[in-house]
């Protein structure tokens, strides 16, 4: 049995978290303990964890660390990959797998379920004396929430893309996300190990849709089964098998390999004007040459590197842990983050002996455990047992113990350097994009920019019990997740929940269940429609009441004048010569209010309306409140219903994007919606298609949309104005209220 020196440290304090567990790194170096040392360390940290002691992590400096983000399209192997990463680094003993829901990063019981991630998960890997924070991200569109908050904590991005699949919508979409923060990118294709796989066709279809300058620095060796390993090009030799032994180049690749290593050459040398010159004079760069050329033209964005990996057997992986190493920038490299200073803007730079300043990316709620929050540090370190300023609530959050995620499992630290991510428990005033400072120099941090939410259900308790909890509870799954958001419609009297999509929203609602023993039900939100007039209409209404003894009298003359839209409701008192007493205008005003919540001809909202009392008469001794509130409430009904009313709908404006052979299907679908088409926009393959649409036909189009272009359509849509509803449509709808009323 060989020996192997290894190293670890442990605290002396108790946490009400994680476990040590059978899974976790010994040794700094990656390397493989014998069956034996293994089982006798594992007793040993058993015996530790059983007496309260905490293993925890290595503490690394800014230049040590790299912020990583993994994005992709949906099933292009993110999570396999970031499992083969903390395989390879000896974090773990053995790869998990999707399909068995037993990866570190997809813990979550609905993950498990559903063998897909749902939640951006932070995964560290250590590796060559560094720290590589690496967060893995959901590549479904429903979940885009969670890729933005992921990316705006990160300094690089691995772009994933299938080795056979391509480049696919999801793959556009998180490039752009990427492109917006300013993110250094590496382009991953993985699974080249299946069949038909085609990388100069794959490196063509990056081009054309990105327009960048990608270049090779691995080349697979052998194809489908018999894939064996990677060329490094830079080093030009072979790395085979998931433990990269090295090995020479395949005969029949060396012209191969030859030609694309020239390729990567010339994008190295046109990064630094030194490489250039030497480069132009006929010289050959050495491989640190390369390597310098190469980091600059990625933190530059002159050009993107682009390696290939069959994560699952481990092939390229430790080949991508040495670029991230070698290229991908660290704290230091990144641009300085424009922040809001006591003193106005400011720049804030990962600076260890600067004031605090950290961003909070993601909130946990746990029934049992509390609330987990998520951060980076910007500026300064974040030490346990602090207090630091919430800027947003001006409050003090007290710090206590932190930690470093890996998943689920929470390791201890007792500071976080400038750059590095972890995560704190039960802060009370501290929600995701908050930024946590120091309370001597407070400044906010940019949070990350959510889209809006496109698709809504609406949510009734199955019991007392649930009704009195679920205002609490969805308040804590929102917080989780920002995409998500419940408000009270007034119009229709129901309690929305709104998210990106079908799948969304029902995870949101089997974890209110699974979570905080919640049940609701679900249904189609009703329309929020509102009610107004097309013209001027005048009449009266007298109320009169005589009960024995005190009787109620009043007689109140109305007239209705349309506004124009969005201009809600006025009324005016024009009553002359003394025919009502002033003293009942707020009386009749009132009652006027009560109708305009309730609705006259389908239960909506009165909207745009002008109204306006110019006579009546009172009773010397039966005019009282209560009769005037009789007599404006339905002499307001009275005359809107003689002043041509109608229907008003929401219009959204709506920004499709598709490939371009399914154009005209969506066209010819949004015409089925009365939708109207503003406009198209051809951009690298995709057609992006604006328009306006009700509202009513858009309420399931977020999985009509993917039944139609086999999940590779996207949409948003913002609330733009109201227009009338077609006669035949407005008669069905009042008919359907009227059926209603009458039950």
């Given at each position: 049995?060989?020996?192997?020196?290894?190293?670890?440290?442990?605290?002396?304090?108790?946490?009400?978290?994680?476990?040590?567990?059978?899974?976790?790194?010994?040794?700094?170096?990656?390397?493989?303990?014998?069956?034996?040392?293994?089982?006798?360390?594992?007793?040993?940290?058993?015996?530790?964890?059983?007496?309260?002691?905490?293993?925890?992590?290595?503490?690394?400096?800014?230049?040590?660390?790299?912020?990583?983000?993994?994005?992709?399209?949906?099933?292009?192997?993110?999570?396999?990959?970031?499992?083969?990463?903390?395989?390879?680094?000896?974090?773990?003993?053995?790869?998990?797998?999707?399909?068995?829901?037993?990866?570190?990063?997809?813990?979550?019981?609905?993950?498990?379920?559903?063998?897909?991630?749902?939640?951006?998960?932070?995964?560290?890997?250590?590796?060559?004396?560094?720290?590589?924070?690496?967060?893995?991200?959901?590549?479904?569109?429903?979940?885009?929430?969670?890729?933005?908050?992921?990316?705006?904590?990160?300094?690089?991005?691995?772009?994933?893309?299938?080795?056979?699949?391509?480049?696919?919508?999801?793959?556009?979409?998180?490039?752009?996300?990427?492109?917006?923060?300013?993110?250094?990118?590496?382009?991953?294709?993985?699974?080249?190990?299946?069949?038909?796989?085609?990388?100069?066709?794959?490196?063509?279809?990056?081009?054309?849709?990105?327009?960048?300058?990608?270049?090779?620095?691995?080349?697979?060796?052998?194809?489908?089964?018999?894939?064996?390993?990677?060329?490094?090009?830079?080093?030009?030799?072979?790395?085979?098998?998931?433990?990269?032994?090295?090995?020479?180049?395949?005969?029949?690749?060396?012209?191969?390999?030859?030609?694309?290593?020239?390729?990567?050459?010339?994008?190295?040398?046109?990064?630094?004007?030194?490489?250039?010159?030497?480069?132009?004079?006929?010289?050959?760069?050495?491989?640190?040459?390369?390597?310098?050329?190469?980091?600059?033209?990625?933190?530059?964005?002159?050009?993107?590197?682009?390696?290939?990996?069959?994560?699952?057997?481990?092939?390229?992986?430790?080949?991508?842990?040495?670029?991230?190493?070698?290229?991908?920038?660290?704290?230091?490299?990144?641009?300085?983050?424009?922040?809001?200073?006591?003193?106005?803007?400011?720049?804030?730079?990962?600076?260890?002996?600067?004031?605090?300043?950290?961003?909070?990316?993601?909130?946990?709620?746990?029934?049992?455990?509390?609330?987990?929050?998520?951060?980076?540090?910007?500026?300064?370190?974040?030490?346990?047992?602090?207090?630091?300023?919430?800027?947003?609530?001006?409050?003090?959050?007290?710090?206590?113990?932190?930690?470093?995620?890996?998943?689920?499992?929470?390791?201890?630290?007792?500071?976080?350097?400038?750059?590095?991510?972890?995560?704190?428990?039960?802060?009370?005033?501290?929600?995701?994009?908050?930024?946590?400072?120091?309370?001597?120099?407070?400044?906010?941090?940019?949070?990350?920019?959510?889209?809006?939410?496109?698709?809504?259900?609406?949510?009734?308790?199955?019991?007392?019990?649930?009704?009195?909890?679920?205002?609490?509870?969805?308040?804590?799954?929102?917080?989780?997740?920002?995409?998500?958001?419940?408000?009270?419609?007034?119009?229709?009297?129901?309690?929305?929940?709104?998210?990106?999509?079908?799948?969304?929203?029902?995870?949101?609602?089997?974890?209110?269940?699974?979570?905080?023993?919640?049940?609701?039900?679900?249904?189609?939100?009703?329309?929020?429609?509102?009610?107004?007039?097309?013209?001027?209409?005048?009449?009266?209404?007298?109320?009169?009441?005589?009960?024995?003894?005190?009787?109620?009298?009043?007689?109140?003359?109305?007239?209705?004048?349309?506004?124009?839209?969005?201009?809600?409701?006025?009324?005016?008192?024009?009553?002359?010569?003394?025919?009502?007493?002033?003293?009942?205008?707020?009386?009749?005003?009132?009652?006027?209010?009560?109708?305009?919540?309730?609705?006259?001809?389908?239960?909506?909202?009165?909207?745009?309306?002008?109204?306006?009392?110019?006579?009546?008469?009172?009773?010397?001794?039966?005019?009282?409140?209560?009769?005037?509130?009789?007599?404006?409430?339905?002499?307001?009904?009275?005359?809107?219903?003689?002043?041509?009313?109608?229907?008003?709908?929401?219009?959204?404006?709506?920004?499709?994007?598709?490939?371009?052979?399914?154009?005209?299907?969506?066209?010819?679908?949004?015409?089925?919606?009365?939708?109207?088409?503003?406009?198209?926009?051809?951009?690298?393959?995709?057609?992006?298609?604006?328009?306006?649409?009700?509202?009513?036909?858009?309420?399931?189009?977020a999985t009509d949309l993917r039944s139609l272009t086999q999940g590779r359509g996207l949409f948003s849509m913002t609330f733009d104005h109201y227009d009338p509803v077609p006669s035949h449509l407005m008669e069905e709808i009042v008919a359907a209220h009227q059926r209603e009323q009458e039950k």
């Open positions: 049995m060989t020996c192997v020196p290894f190293s670890f440290r442990i605290e002396n304090c108790h946490s009400p978290f994680g476990t040590i567990g059978a899974e976790r790194q010994i040794g700094p170096w990656g390397l493989k303990l014998s069956s034996i040392a293994d089982f006798v360390l594992r007793v040993v940290f058993y015996t530790l964890e059983g007496k309260g002691v905490t293993v925890s992590m290595k503490d690394y400096q800014t230049e040590q660390l790299r912020n990583v983000v993994l994005l992709g399209h949906g099933s292009s192997g993110k999570t396999s990959l970031a499992e083969a990463m903390l395989f390879t680094s000896g974090a773990i003993n053995r790869m998990g797998e999707v399909e068995d829901g037993t990866t570190v990063a997809d813990y979550d019981e609905e993950e498990r379920r559903r063998h897909i991630s749902l939640n951006l998960s932070l995964v560290p890997v250590e590796w060559d004396g560094h720290k590589v924070n690496v967060v893995d991200t959901p590549g479904y569109t429903d979940f885009i929430g969670e890729a933005k908050s992921a990316v705006r904590v990160s300094d690089a991005a691995l772009i994933v893309i299938d080795a056979v699949s391509g480049v696919e919508v999801g793959t556009e979409l998180v490039w752009r996300f990427a492109d917006e923060q300013g993110l250094a990118r590496i382009v991953v294709v993985n699974k080249v190990n299946r069949e038909n796989v085609d990388i100069s066709r794959t490196m063509e279809e990056l081009e054309e849709t990105f327009g960048e300058n990608f270049v090779l620095t691995h080349l697979p060796i052998g194809s489908a089964e018999e894939c064996a390993g990677v060329v490094d090009l830079v080093n030009m030799r072979a790395l085979m098998g998931s433990d990269g032994t090295v090995a020479e180049i395949p005969a029949d690749m060396a012209d191969q390999a030859e030609e694309a290593r020239i390729q990567l050459i010339e994008a190295a040398a046109e990064a630094d004007d030194e490489l250039i010159m030497k480069y132009l004079e006929g010289e050959e760069l050495t491989e640190d040459e390369m390597r310098r050329g190469l980091r600059t033209a990625i933190l530059e964005g002159t050009a993107v590197p682009v390696l290939v990996t069959a994560a699952t057997e481990g092939i390229g992986v430790r080949a991508l842990l040495d670029t991230l190493i070698s290229y991908a920038p660290s704290p230091l490299d990144h641009e300085p983050v424009a922040a809001e200073g006591p003193e106005g803007d400011e720049k804030v730079e990962a600076d260890d002996d600067g004031p605090l300043a950290a961003l909070v990316f993601k909130t946990t709620a746990d029934p049992y455990v509390g609330k987990l929050t998520y951060f980076r540090v910007y500026r300064g370190v974040m030490a346990s047992d602090t207090r630091v300023l919430n800027t947003r609530t001006d409050s003090e959050e007290r710090l206590g113990q932190l930690y470093v995620m890996r998943g689920k499992e929470q390791m201890s630290v007792s500071r976080l350097p400038a750059g590095d991510i972890g995560a704190v428990a039960k802060l009370s005033e501290t929600s995701t994009g908050d930024t946590l400072s120091d309370e001597d120099h407070p400044v906010t941090l940019p949070g990350p920019v959510f889209p809006s939410p496109v698709y809504s259900v609406a949510v009734s308790p199955k019991s007392k019990a649930d009704q009195a909890k679920l205002g609490p509870t969805m308040s804590r799954i929102c917080e989780e997740d920002p995409t998500l958001r419940w408000r009270q419609e007034p119009s229709t009297k129901e309690m929305l929940l709104e998210g990106m999509g079908g799948a969304h929203v029902d995870i949101a609602v089997r974890r209110m269940s699974n979570r905080f023993d919640v049940e609701v039900e679900t249904s189609t939100p009703k329309v929020p429609y509102r009610e107004t007039i097309s013209r001027t209409y005048s009449d009266r209404y007298r109320h009169k009441k005589q009960t024995g003894g005190a009787g109620q009298f009043a007689e109140v003359h109305l007239r209705v004048e349309p506004l124009p839209r969005g201009s809600g409701f006025e009324y005016e008192w024009a009553v002359t010569g003394g025919a009502i007493s002033s003293s009942f205008q707020s009386s009749i005003e009132k009652g006027i209010k009560q109708v305009l919540n309730q609705g006259v001809i389908a239960g909506y909202p009165v909207v745009d309306v002008r109204a306006v009392v110019f006579d009546g008469k009172e009773h010397p001794v039966d005019s009282k409140d209560i009769a005037f509130q009789i007599a404006g409430r339905e002499v307001f009904k009275k005359v809107v219903r003689g002043a041509s009313p109608t229907l008003l709908e929401p219009i959204y404006t709506v920004s499709v994007t598709v490939p371009e052979e399914y154009t005209g299907d969506i066209i010819g679908d949004l015409n089925t919606r009365r939708a109207q088409v503003q406009g198209m926009d051809q951009r690298a393959g995709k057609t992006i298609i604006s328009a306006l649409a009700p509202f009513a036909e858009m309420q399931r189009y």
